[in-house]
């Protein structure tokens, strides 16, 4: 299900005042983050994000925020890029309302499950505190197309081992390792099948 940011908006999707009023509407809208204090939001859900942006910039095209929640890391990803078209990707109606408020103009929003996307239709996939980095990569990289990545938050200590076997069952290539952010180039088609039905990722992990 599409929906699209509403029309009219007074201020550009790019200025510091509307990524400021983004992070205070995270902040105040219940269910969408466990931060409470302001200057940790913005470390955490705007500085954090746009740490991606020169990985983002070594691949061309679409860009899918897979369980966008709040919309971090895809909001302050798509003011940073406008002309890249990004898609927020919710699995919870009342979070897709909420990132159909504030999506800027070259995002859209899609309520719905990572596993009933079409296959490889972006470029590149970004997650962050989606699931463990086996099911993230296994919900990410079937979307990607060859040529793009899957890039993931996972911190320094992802146990990248596990990541790399996920990563060649689905067509991707060894982990890259950037301060916390994982890319999984997508090296060759994934193979039908995945990502499995919803719920079978997380349940039985690729590795």
């Known amino acids: ?16 005042s509307f990524l400021s009023d983004w992070l205070k509407a995270v902040l105040g809208t219940p269910g969408l983050t ?31 925020d897979v369980g966008s ?9 798509a003011a940073a890029l406008p002309e890249r078209e990004v898609t927020l990707l919710d699995a919870e109606r009342r979070k897709c309302d909420f990132l159909s408020r504030w999506a800027p103009p070259n995002a859209r929003v899609v309520w ?7 296959a490889e ?20 990289l079937p979307l990607v197309r060859v040529g793009g990545a899957a890039i993931l938050w996972l911190g320094e200590r992802a146990d990248l081992t596990r990541l790399a076997a996920a990563s060649e069952l689905l ?18 088609s994934t193979s039908p099948g995945f990502p499995r039905r919803v719920g079978v990722a997380k349940k039985r992990p690729l590795a």
Not at 69 to 77: A, C, K, Q, R, V
Not at 112 to 118: C, I, L, M, T
């Open 1 to 16: 299900m599409w929906a699209r940011p509403p029309r009219g908006r007074s201020r550009t999707a790019t200025s510091s």
């Open 34 to 64: 466990a931060l409470r204090d302001a200057e940790r939001a913005r470390e955490m859900l705007l500085d954090d994000a746009l740490r991606a942006l020169p990985l983002l910039e070594r691949f061309a095209g679409a860009v899918i």
């Open 69 to 77: 929640g709040g919309g971090s890391p895809g909001i302050p990803l």
């Open 112 to 118: 719905g499950r990572a596993e009933e996307q079409p």
């Open 121 to 140: 239709g972006w470029s590149v996939a970004v997650a962050k505190a989606l699931a463990s980095p086996p099911v993230a990569a296994e919900l990410c």
């Open 171 to 188: 067509g991707g290539g060894p982990p890259e390792l950037h301060d916390g952010l994982v890319v999984l180039p997508k090296i060759a």
